[in-house]
């Protein structure tokens, strides 16, 4: 199972809107709607922003949305924050029952 | 309160084995799927096993299975990964990851990691 692909890194000026896709196969992303997105700070463990494709867990940021279309998904950052800084990954749930991650967004808040 | 506390890393020679463990508590345990997932120095996130809520059903990364092995204790709430013969390229963090439910569609909490480094 060959990673999901994303962009290596994005930057966006505080306040601006973001946007990173992840692209995968009719094998995992194009299959089902179980997209999700981690937010990975420094020396930190992954955090879950968006699960199902859209849907933010509590306590995560309206700034944050999510969106699919065919084999591609994204995420959304809208009103660009300084503590938005981190690594970001999307996954997603295959036809072999497992998951799989894409390779990771570096996002810099300019 | 959901917590996720991982144990048992730390520096083997390659060929070695390593027990690590994950004491979960704050939610029900064995109703819940549950994965290890890696990251290796500088690198993206790497799924390394799965293991089902009654822990009936496994799936394994390319990448360690034969070498590893997913297990857990439903009664005592701990998530397990036996590693046998290790290879320089496992050394990474290892973190316990709590599905959402009993499908692994999205890991909601993380714990803290537990470093493996396999060097000589």
């Known amino acids: 199972q060959s990673a999901l692909t994303q962009p290596a890194s994005v930057s966006g000026s505080p306040g601006q809107s973001i946007t990173i896709s992840c692209t995968g196969t009719s094998h995992d992303v194009g299959s089902y709607n179980y997209v999700s997105w981690y937010q990975q700070h420094p020396g930190k463990a992954p955090k879950l922003m968006i699960f199902d494709v859209t849907n933010r867990p509590s306590g995560v940021s309206t700034r944050f949305s999510g969106s699919k279309s065919g084999i591609t998904a994204s995420l959304t950052i809208s009103g660009l924050q300084a503590e938005d800084e981190a690594d970001y990954y999307c996954m997603s749930y295959t036809t072999s029952s497992t998951v799989v991650f894409g390779g990771g967004t570096k996002l810099t808040v300019l | 309160e959901v917590q996720l506390l991982e144990s048992g890393g730390g520096l083997i020679q390659p060929g070695g084995s390593l027990r690590l463990s994950c004491a979960a508590s704050g939610f029900t345990f064995s109703m819940t799927s549950m994965a290890w997932v890696r990251q290796g120095p500088g690198k993206g996130l790497e799924w390394v096993s799965i293991?089902?809520?009654?822990?009936?059903?496994?799936h394994y990364a390319d990448s360690v299975k034969g070498r590893f092995t997913i297990s857990r204790d439903n009664s005592n709430s701990t998530l397990f990964l036996q590693m046998t013969s290790l290879r320089v390229e496992d050394t990474a963090v290892y973190y316990c990851a709590k599905a959402r439910g009993l499908f692994v569609f999205s890991f909601d909490f993380w714990g803290q990691g537990s470093l493996v480094s396999v060097s000589s």
């Open positions: 293991i089902a809520a009654s822990g009936g059903a496994t």
